[in-house]
T-cell receptor, first 115, second 113 residues
Framework: NAGVMQNPRHLVRRRGQEARLRCSPMKGHSHVYWYRQLPEEGLKFMVYLQKENIIDESGMPKERFSAEFPKEGPSILRIQQVVRGDSAAYFC?????????????FGPGTRLLVL | SQQGEEDPQALSIQEGENATMNCSYKTSINNLQWYRQNSGRGLVHLILIRSNEREKHSGRLRVTLDTSKKSSSLLITASRAADTASYFCATTSPPGNTGKLIFGQGTTLQVKP
């Protein structure tokens, strides 16, 4: 039973390019959360999605960032026109029910470096 | 803003000693979870304690929760070099029950062989 999968594991982009980060939740999980971890800091919530719906995007920057979780395929976190401040580790987590009463399982993360 | 504040920020002990990390939070919670992160890696879930529980054990781990003080502690007994990692507490809070986790800044633990 595969865990949460993320790809790519490492991504290098130049300023102004687009970054696409993918997350496949654990089998049977339909709730996905994205978090960002800046160097030497804890994780900060970005967005919570169910299949085809954004439930809570209170942690998403207002511009350049978007997320989706289509009916088929992985969840995508998209960053347009990246800037150096976007350099961070991006983690997704999945859960069976989005109730806050259960464990979230994390993927290995995507480390984004913006040159 | 971050919910959890962890103490100490860094801890260095000898193998075999016990390590205690503390976490405080500000608002009411549904539950509190502890995660471990090895350098440059993802998060590994350690233990979840619900708001109506006071203590929980898992192997060498013991977690306590004091909702009156809005604090939790993680005790690792008989530490090993392999326990070297960063440890984070995270909470979920009502209302809404969306399940998003609010993380503390973490405690970096170094266990010297």
């Amino acid at each position: 039973n595969a865990g949460v999968m993320q790809n790519p594991r490492h991504l290098v982009r130049r300023r102004g390019q687009e970054a696409r980060l993918r997350c496949s939740p654990m089998k049977g999980h339909s709730h996905v959360y994205w978090y960002r971890q800046l160097p030497e800091e804890g994780l900060k919530f970005m967005v919570y999605l169910q299949k085809e719906n954004i439930i809570d995007e209170s942690g998403m920057p207002k511009e350049r960032f978007s997320a989706e979780f289509p009916k088929e395929g992985p969840s995508i976190l998209r960053i347009q026109q990246v800037v150096r401040g976007d350099s961070a580790a991006y983690f997704c987590a999945s859960s069976h029910k989005g109730t806050g009463q259960e464990t979230q399982y994390f993927g290995p993360g995507t480390r984004l470096l913006v040159l | 803003s971050q919910q959890g504040e962890e103490d100490p920020q860094a801890l260095s002990i000898q193998e075999g000693e016990n390590a205690t990390m503390n976490c405080s939070y500000k608002t009411s919670i549904n539950n509190l979870q502890w995660y471990r992160q090895n350098s440059g890696r993802g998060l590994v879930h350690l233990i979840l304690i619900r708001s109506n529980e006071r203590e929980k054990h898992s192997g060498r781990l013991r977690v306590t929760l004091d909702t009156s003080k809005k604090s939790s502690s993680l005790l690792i007994t008989a530490s090993r070099a392999a326990d070297t990692a960063s440890y984070f507490c995270a909470t979920t809070s009502p209302p809404g029950n969306t399940g998003k986790l609010i993380f503390g800044q973490g405690t970096t633990l170094q266990v010297k062989p």
